[in-house]
């Protein structure tokens, strides 16, 4: 197993699910497992309405503004 395993494995089990089901579903997405990635790596950004509104990719995941997970409410 290598390193990067470990790292998620050990995020998911130290994590409870709910710190991470944003959308309260029950289940962790792929939106939310990318944000539970950034988090443990320390990458995330804040997500103001500046940020949510100036058309750019602020945290890389490769959505802007309205369309980015992060920006959910503004």
Excluded at 41 to 66: H, L, Q, R, Y
């Amino acid at each position: 197993m290598n390193f990067y395993k470990i790292v998620i494995f050990l995020v998911f089990i130290a994590s409870p699910v709910h710190a991470f089901d944003i959308n309260g579903d029950g289940k962790i997405g792929l939106e939310e497992a990318i944000y539970a990635l950034q988090v443990v790596a320390g990458k995330t950004f804040e997500n103001t309405p500046a940020a949510c509104s100036d058309g750019v990719d602020n945290d890389g995941d490769g959505f802007i503004d309205c369309d980015d997970f992060d920006c959910a409410g503004y």
